[in-house]
Structures are given as structure tokens and as C-alpha cells.
């Protein structure tokens, strides 16, 4: 029988993370990362990673493991979900990127690899043309894609246009060429909690992080004079703070504008969750022993 794999996801602040750390004590078994976010090194805090203490507790695999600058796509994400599941007796992916869940569970097409240059060259045409005009462009070749993108997000728009530019093939026709599943009976829990309680969470967790130090781990990475266009500074919160670095905003406002934007994107998690996702166990993380719930 193929190996069990458990899948704790949910929105942003459920408490995916201390649930997986929980089943994974029962079980003997490794946490997985399954967000974007917490993948890249430089937002420990911010990204609500797992401390160090509970590092100690039980295995944990792909927390701050690339760089800021590097591009992780879904793909790639599964080759190394992959590698990981391999080697532990009971892996929990935790996480709430279903983008990447999906893609391992249900498989990817197989997309050739694009040469750099095209990439670097397709963000310096939407930092030219702006974000209209290359999406006009773009739709030129690949309209199916273009009507499934909001307008401004500018990682999408350019990832299909360096697909169309390296094969010659829209995006979307690759993304019809399904490959194999991964080979793995997955198990999926979502976190479903009342949307007043998650409103609450989000914002108690967002002064936590305030009070432990995220405006010196963000402010160490402002310092650096990144460039705008590395991935890992979407973590929601660095936009936020960046811009009350700059004089921009107060902290207070800083502060209110990104708990706003966590509850608007927590929405659009459930949404995708309730279309997307057939979860195993649908569990309120605020039930009492809801944990012993999951498991029968």
C-alpha cells in the first residue's frame, strides 16, 4: 500500500502549524512546508515560521531554505516536496498554498525549463511597458491565460509570457497537459475556523510579531536596498513596513493596512479552498480537541 501523507491546510493563522506539530508528536513524523512564503530565509518572524524550540521538538523540512531573491515556482516546490516526503516515515505537509498542494497531489504539466535571460528580460518589459499595455500584449498570444490573471499581478503575467516566448505555446495549452499524480495517498485536513475568529487571530498574531522583534528582521532587510522584484518581499507585512521605512506611513498605519490586507487574503484562501479542495476532514480549530476529531 502506498505511503500516507497528512495535509494540514487553511487559511493564514488557523493554526496549521501547531496542529501539524501536534499530529507529527503523535506520529513520529516531519513537517513539510507547503507555504511560499515561509520557504525563503529572511522573515523567520514575520512569516510565523516555526520557532527554534519546535524545530527541536520534531522534524521539520523546507522552512528558510532559499534566499529572498530566488523565484520558487509550484514545480518546483513538488520536486522538493517530493524529496522530502521520500525520506520521512510520516510526512505533514502544512501550509496554505494551494496552488502547490494541488500541483503535487493532482500533478503538473511539464513545462521546459526557461532560459533566465527570457525571465529577466519579461519583468524589464512590464517595469517599460507597464502593466496594461503588456497585458494587451501578452493577451496577443495567450488570451485564455490573460482573462484568468488579475491585472496587476505581474509574477503570473510574466511567467506566461517567458512560456510563450521559450516553446511557443501558450501557458494555458501547457497547463491542459496534466502529468502523474504524485505516488501517495494523501490525507487532507482543512482548518475551517469562524470567519470573527480568524478576523481576531490575525490581529493578535500581526502585535505578537511586533513585540518580538519583526521591525528588526524586516528592518535588516530594508537596509539591504533590495530589489522590488524578489519574490520573498511579498510576505504579507513587508510591503507594509517597508513603506513606514520610508516616512511613508506610521507604524500604526502601517500596522492596520497589513492585518487588512492578511484577513482580505485569508478570504481568498476560503474561497479557493471551498472550489478547489475535496478535503478528507473539514475541522474548527477553535472546537475543543479538535485534534482527536481529525484523527477518527
Same mark, same amino acid.
Request: net charge neutral.
Given at each position: 500500500m502506498a505511503k500516507q501523507v497528512l495535509v494540514v491546510t487553511g487559511p493564514t493563522a488557523s493554526g496549521k502549524s501547531a496542529a501539524a506539530l501536534a499530529l507529527a508528536g503523535r506520529h513520529g513524523g516531519t513537517v513539510i512546508n507547503a507555504d511560499?512564503?515561509?520557504?525563503?530565509?529572511?522573515?523567520?518572524?514575520?512569516?510565523?515560521?516555526?520557532?527554534?524550540?519546535?524545530?527541536?521538538?520534531?522534524?521539520?523540512?523546507?522552512y528558510g531554505v532559499l534566499p529572498l531573491s530566488e523565484t520558487l515556482s509550484a514545480a518546483r516546490w513538488r520536486d522538493l516536496a517530493l524529496a522530502e516526503i521520500a525520506e520521512s516515515p510520516a510526512p505533514i505537509?502544512?501550509? %496554505?498554498?494551494?496552488?502547490?498542494?494541488?500541483?503535487?497531489?493532482?500533478?503538473?504539466?511539464?513545462?521546459?525549463?526557461?532560459?533566465?535571460?527570457?525571465?529577466?528580460?519579461?519583468?524589464? /518589459?512590464?517595469?517599460?511597458?507597464?502593466?496594461?499595455?503588456?497585458?494587451?500584449?501578452?493577451? %496577443?498570444?495567450d488570451p485564455e491565460i490573460v482573462r484568468r490573471l488579475k491585472p496587476g499581478d505581474r509574477q503570473r503575467h510574466v511567467r506566461a509570457w517567458e512560456v510563450v516566448q521559450a516553446t511557443g505555446r501558450p501557458l494555458s495549452d501547457w497547463q491542459k497537459e496534466q502529468g502523474a499524480p504524485a505516488p501517495y495517498r494523501f490525507r487532507t485536513i482543512l482548518l475551517a475556523p469562524d470567519r470573527g475568529w480568524l478576523r481576531a487571530r490575525?490581529?493578535?498574531?500581526?502585535?505578537?510579531?511586533?513585540?518580538? %522583534?519583526?521591525?528588526?528582521?524586516?528592518?535588516?532587510v530594508f537596509d539591504r536596498h533590495p530589489d522590488p522584484k524578489w519574490p520573498g518581499l511579498k510576505a504579507h507585512g513587508?510591503?507594509?513596513?517597508?513603506?513606514?521605512?520610508?516616512?511613508?506611513?506610521?507604524? /500604526?498605519?502601517?500596522?492596520?493596512?497589513?492585518?487588512?490586507?492578511?484577513?482580505?487574503?485569508?478570504?481568498?484562501?476560503?474561497?479557493?479552498?471551498?472550489?478547489?479542495?475535496?478535503?478528507?476532514?473539514?475541522?474548527?480549530?477553535?472546537?475543543?480537541?479538535?485534534? /482527536?476529531?481529525?484523527?477518527?
Open positions: 511560499a512564503m515561509q520557504t525563503y530565509d529572511a522573515f523567520p518572524i514575520l512569516t510565523a515560521q516555526p520557532t527554534p524550540e519546535e524545530r527541536a521538538r520534531v522534524p521539520h523540512a523546507l505537509l502544512c501550509g %496554505g498554498s494551494g496552488l502547490y498542494l494541488r500541483t503535487l497531489i493532482q500533478g503538473i504539466s511539464a513545462i521546459p525549463a526557461v532560459p533566465a535571460e527570457l525571465r529577466d528580460q519579461a519583468n524589464a /518589459d512590464w517595469q517599460a511597458l507597464g502593466a496594461e499595455a503588456f497585458r494587451d500584449r501578452l493577451a %496577443g498570444r490575525i490581529e493578535t498574531r500581526f502585535d505578537v510579531m511586533l513585540q518580538h %522583534g519583526v521591525l528588526e528582521e524586516v528592518r535588516a513587508a510591503p507594509e513596513l517597508f513603506r513606514f521605512f520610508r516616512g511613508e506611513l506610521t507604524l /500604526d498605519k502601517a500596522r492596520q493596512i497589513a492585518i487588512d490586507h492578511i484577513r482580505q487574503y485569508a478570504k481568498r484562501q476560503m474561497t479557493w479552498f471551498r472550489h478547489q479542495l475535496t478535503p478528507d476532514v473539514v475541522a474548527n480549530p477553535a472546537s475543543e480537541k479538535f485534534l /482527536d476529531k481529525i484523527e477518527t
